[in-house]
């Protein structure tokens, strides 16, 4: 089993950043790709970016030139760096991980975005 934790959400005004982070424990050695999803009130959970053990990334179109996806190995911790924020970024905020010899999704707890206008 993987366990995933998010820490970093909060309120921030528009414009503003926000860093999350997600780190990873138990079978880590069996991740291989990591990233985030979101949901916003009345919409379904959709990915924001997520990044392969190599380090290859894959962004939603609203959030490229804005958030960044980054991924340290060696402390099975995933990153993202969110900056420009806007009001639709407004969301809870999942770690998402899979990997394994039989395909396996993990999922953190979520952490909540909020950014006023």
């Known amino acids: 089993q993987v366990q995933l934790v998010e820490s970093g959400g909060g309120l921030v005004q528009a414009g503003g950043s926000l860093r999350l982070s997600c780190a990873a424990s138990?079978?880590?050695?069996?991740?291989?790709?990591m990233g985030w999803y979101r949901q916003a009130p009345g919409k379904q959970r959709a990915l924001v970016a997520s990044i392969t053990r190599g380090g290859q990334t894959t962004y939603t179109d609203s959030v490229k030139g804005r958030f960044t996806i980054s991924r340290d190995n060696a402390k099975n911790t995933v990153y993202l760096q969110m900056n420009s924020l806007n009001s639709e970024d407004t969301a809870v905020y999942y770690c998402?991980?899979?990997?394994?010899?039989?395909?396996?999704?993990?999922w953190g707890q979520g952490t909540q975005v909020t950014v006023s206008s």
């Open positions: 138990g079978r880590v050695f069996s991740i291989n790709n």
């Open positions: 998402h991980a899979d990997g394994g010899i039989i395909l396996t999704t993990w």
